[in-house]
């Protein structure tokens, strides 16, 4: 039998709150950590995960909510600096198998990629998504 996905989400944002919903609807185990307590109103009335109030980028919150047993960690806080520190504690220090922090910055994303993280980059994405559905030609050398 497959082992139970024991996700932590950290920063409780439109992105984190929609993963934390369907990860937890789903039948994920799911813990969202935000230091604004409304931040979790964006989780509705169905979510059937944890809530944890406090410093995502705190290590001892993190290993309150299990981060060593955490399967994987998403970190979609408001700032890619705390996504970049976030993300290195919880693969470095805590080793999380899959730390996944959403960074807009490129020169963070580089960081991260160096450091075997893998970010999510919405512009990246978009950009992808922009070409495959105008079928536009992409600059020779570019993604």
């Known amino acids: 039998m497959a082992r139970r996905a024991r996700v932590i989400v950290v920063g409780c944002s439109a992105f984190g709150a929609a993963v934390a919903r369907s ?16 931040a979790f109103d964006r989780l ?4 059937d995960g ?10 001892s919150v993190l290993r309150e909510c299990g981060a060593e047993r955490a399967t994987h960690l998403v970190v979609a806080t408001g700032r890619d600096t705390v996504n970049l520190l976030v993300a290195e504690l919880a693969s ?14 490129d020169s963070l994303v580089e960081i991260l990629e160096q450091r075997g993280i893998d970010p999510i980059c919405p512009h990246r994405i978009c950009e992808e998504e922009f070409f495959q559905i105008t079928g536009l030609p992409r600059a020779e050398g570019e993604r």
């Open 23 to 38: 990860l937890s609807a789903s039948g994920s185990d799911v813990i969202v950590v935000d230091m604004r307590e409304d």
């Open 44 to 47: 509705g009335d169905d979510f």
């Open 50 to 59: 944890e809530t944890v109030t406090g410093d995502g980028s705190s290590a």
């Open 92 to 105: 470095e220090v805590l080793g999380v198998r899959q730390v996944l922090p959403v960074v807009d910055d």
